[in-house]
């Protein structure tokens, strides 16, 4: 009597004490903020209270003297209001090679005060604001200067994104000076002629994929959802086609198929707004929902960073479309 009773004490503890699955989210990369009926019903689904909006572009055009901000966001519709939106600022990492470390504070401020402004003609009330870079041991310095004023100028916590590489060899890459982190589970390999998968590849994942519980810094994950394709001349890569998967080269007439995910162009023309010569080959790559397990059994495998939030890039039809329904709260359950 004793032992069965112990036995169903210890089985209850156990399950009391495992960690609820991460928060589902997603992130939003349009210019414009309309999101669809469809958009709105995965949001519900998922019991999504978070959305990753992209608000700009921070870049430093090759022909100007000074950074840019680019591609701004505009509101066709209000965010719901039971949505919390949280600004996300792509930051080119060349935008550090070529400003001055006197102006890096003045840059931080308009950027803070950019984002302000954004929210305020909107009506949105962040709560935090995210940075997405991917410096280098060049620009290390100078961009954690910028977040340490941008943090102080924006007045509000401070994420940023974080690569595998970067996890990997913290002593070398440093750690940003921010509230929490978002790694960046994906865009792993060379965008290339080659069978390997450059959003996704399971061994090269697993090479970084025990330095996670180490990284001295809260974060969150952020898995992919996109497709892309790469055409190719000559072996050489020409375009990089962005929001392409298999069903947009299913014209027998234009293209052949050579394989799993490769097309040969059979006859030139337009498809998507890009030119392809005959004799071009397209590469798709993209990640399926067993890959998608496969990430969280790979996390699972090694002593698990605690993620509070899944994110998933990004929330739009042609991508959410080539999953089962159920399949981002299967992840989020995966990792708990």
Not at 50 to 75: H, M, N, T
Not at 109 to 126: D, F, K, L, N, P
Request: proline share 7%; net charge positive.
């Amino acid at each position: 009597m004793f032992t069965r009773t112990w036995l169903l004490w210890a089985g209850l503890m156990a399950i009391g004490c495992k960690r609820p699955p991460p928060a589902v989210s997603f992130y939003y990369w349009k210019t414009s903020y309309e999101p669809s009926a469809a958009d709105s019903a995965v949001l519900a689904e998922n019991q999504v209270k978070e959305l990753y909006l992209r608000y700009f572009d921070l870049d430093l055009p090759p022909s100007e003297k000074q950074p840019a901000l680019l591609a701004a966001v505009r509101f066709i519709q209000p965010p719901d209001s039971s949505l919390h939106i949280i600004p996300v600022i792509y930051i080119k990492n060349r935008v550090f090679t070529g400003t001055a470390d006197s102006l890096v504070p003045r840059l931080a401020a308009q950027t803070a005060a950019a984002v302000r402004q954004i929210s305020e003609t909107a009506g949105v009330h962040h709560r935090e604001i995210q940075v997405d870079c991917d410096w280098t041991l060049q620009t290390r310095d100078r961009y954690f200067r910028f977040l340490r004023a941008f943090r102080e100028a924006a007045g509000c916590p401070l994420s940023a994104t974080i690569r595998l590489h970067q996890v990997k060899y913290p002593v070398r890459s440093g750690i940003p000076p921010v509230d929490r982190g978002v790694l960046m589970y994906y865009n792993m390999g060379r965008i290339a002629d080659i069978p390997e998968n450059s959003i996704y590849d399971e061994k090269t994942a697993a090479r970084y994929a025990a330095s996670i519980p180490a990284y001295p810094l809260p974060m969150d994950l952020a898995l992919p959802i996109f497709s892309w394709g790469i055409q190719l001349r000559n072996g050489k890569v020409v375009n990089l086609l962005n929001k392409m998967n298999m069903a947009g080269f299913s014209d027998p007439a234009m293209f052949v198929k050579d394989g799993d995910h490769r097309f040969n162009v059979r006859k030139a023309g337009f498809r998507a707004g890009y030119y392809f010569q005959e004799n071009d080959v397209v590469k798709i790559e993209q990640v399926s929902s067993a890959s998608l397990r496969a990430i969280a059994a790979g996390i699972r495998s090694n002593p698990q960073h605690p993620f509070a939030k899944l994110l998933f890039y990004d929330l739009d039809s042609a991508n959410y479309n080539r999953y089962e329904k159920t399949i981002f709260k299967d992840i989020a359950a995966a990792l708990r």
